[in-house]
Nanobody
Framework: VQLQASGGGVVQSGGSLSLSCAAS????????MAWYRQSPGKQREFVAA???????NYGDSVKGRCTIVKDDARNALYLQMNYLRPEDTAVYYC??????????WGQGTLVTVSS
């Protein structure tokens, strides 16, 4: 499975941004799709995930400001981010996990929030 993340860019504090992740290749049963992020000098951080069946989970740092959406028909994952803060600046990665536990990561897309 290949994942292509896009939609990153520069946005002012308080602004919004929408990220996309397109999945291609042999996609077996999907257990979950998720977004993570990594800022310079920090560990990769969980942002949001959507599970088979529709359950969604968000990291504490983005809860209430982000919405994750999975489009099964298009094999795509989206992350709508609102009220962005400078601390949201990071490279955002999408991840897919199959029912067998296999995981694939996208290459990341950079989000920069200016103050």
């Amino acid at each position: 499975v290949q994942l292509q993340a896009s939609g990153g860019g520069v946005v002012q504090s308080g602004g919004s941004l929408s990220l996309s992740c397109a999945a291609s290749g042999r996609i077996s049963s999907v257990f979950s799709m998720a977004w993570y992020r990594q800022s310079p000098g920090k560990q990769r951080e969980f942002v949001a995930a959507v599970f088979r069946g529709g359950l969604r989970n968000y990291g504490d740092s983005v809860k209430g400001r982000c919405t994750i959406v999975k489009d099964d028909a298009r094999n795509a994952l989206y992350l709508q981010m609102n009220y962005l803060r400078p601390e949201d600046t990071a490279v955002y990665y999408c991840k897919i996990r199959s029912s067998t536990g296999d995981e694939s990561w996208g290459q990341g897309t950079l989000v920069t929030v200016s103050s």
